[in-house]
């Protein structure tokens, strides 16, 4: 039996398109501030969420580049979280939106959503280093681990 699950709207249009592009925008500029507001990780992690969401509720089949990009952005973001929380002093250097940012390592959050975004992406280096952190492979990740 085939059930239709609603959305909130009725179908992608002009006014989902303009959300999304809204929310990208609003991450852009939050990504921005992320090297003077190195605390606001989290919640800009989420916010990549929400408009990759966004992204594909205006362009399930994900054929659109903008949709990419928001899928790309979630991973960096997602990498930054991973690689503050592996780093043990210091700042951390993590490509987000096309741009090397430096971001403080005493910032902890969340690494639960960044190992599947890596598996869409295709992302070699993303899944590697996701690998050693939870195997304890010799690297950054695990003497960062070791030292908590």
Do not use: Y
């Not at 959300?19 to 003077?36: M, Q, T, V």
Request: with cysteine; proline share 3%.
């Amino acid at each position: 039996m085939t059930t239709v699950v609603s959305r909130h709207f009725a179908a992608p249009g002009a006014t989902e398109e303009e959300w999304a592009e809204s929310l990208g925008e609003d991450l852009a500029d939050d990504i921005d501030k992320l090297e003077r507001r190195p605390h606001a990780l989290g919640r800009v992690f989420n916010n990549a969420l929400l408009h990759l969401g966004a992204r594909c509720t205006v362009d399930p089949r994900a054929a659109k580049l903008e949709t990419w990009e928001a899928v790309v952005n979630a991973l960096q973001v997602g990498s930054a979280i991973f690689a503050t929380a592996s780093a043990t002093e210091g700042t951390v250097e993590c490509r987000i939106n096309r741009q090397i940012r430096m971001l403080d390592a005493s910032v902890r959050g969340s690494t639960a959503h960044r190992l599947p975004l890596a598996v869409v992406c295709q992302d070699q280096d993303q899944l590697a280093g996701s690998r050693r952190f939870r195997t304890g492979d010799p690297g950054v990740a695990h003497e960062a681990r070791k030292e908590q």
